[in-house]
């Protein structure tokens, strides 16, 4: 019999029985063994945020919004990474983050001793705290140039509690309490003084520019704030995320979508969107 004429033996089918349990056994194992690995995390961050507009606030439906909430959320979903807000004291947050049970707290000033447990962002923007004086109080008509002016001008001022200031502007405030206490009001947020303003109870209040461009509009005080060019600080803040939660691989990809941000006018146009063109 030529070579090439040969046969096969087909298998039985007790071996195709046994090959069909060897190959449904392996699928089993397979789908267990897969079950069994840990889901891919998903790349969701808890931020903590307190209502201080226009960068945190509620909005008229109850949720929080605001300027760095918007900026947190775009650059994160360029990341494919979702936010989820929690309402906190910035003391708490401090306390929160360092443990590791919130990821990302916004417009962050970077101090040394933060350092220890938070990486920072690149600069998001640059704040400066300016002080305003109302244009129909007899005070008003004295230019502030300099802190120490603020002594000679029988004004009365208001500054939000946990703001630092320049040295020199602190000193001449508590050189103000000293000789008249009244004539300095430290309240807990930049609202209360705009209103303690309108009735007539300060002279003058010092307050983040952004904050003051937002709430001067938002309550129709234009005709009656005037802004100076007495600056109290100058500040850079930055995003900052916990060592305890977050990798810094993750911050610099963060940065990467920040940028790609500011070059396409996103964010140019997320702060005309809250606070109006300049």
Known sequence: MPLFASRVAPPSAQTVRSVVRLWTGLSLVVANLTLALPAQA?????????????????????KPQGLLIDMARAALQRMSCELELVEMPWQRAQVEVQAGRVDLLGGVIRRPEREAFLWFSQPSFTTRVLVFVRVDAAHARRRLNRPEDLLESGMSIGVEKGDAFRPEFEAA????????????????????????MRHGRLDALAADEMSARYLIRKEGLQALVERTDLVASHESWSFAFGKASVARGLVDRFDQALQEMRRSGALDAMVNSRLGAP
């Open 173 to 196: 405030l508590q050189r103000l309490e000293a000789l008249d206490a009244s004539r300095v009001q430290r309240v807990a947020h930049y609202m209360t003084l705009f209103q303690m």
């Open 42 to 62: 998903a790349c969701k961050l808890r931020m903590a945020w307190r209502e201080e507009p226009p960068y945190f606030m509620k909005g008229s439906d109850g």
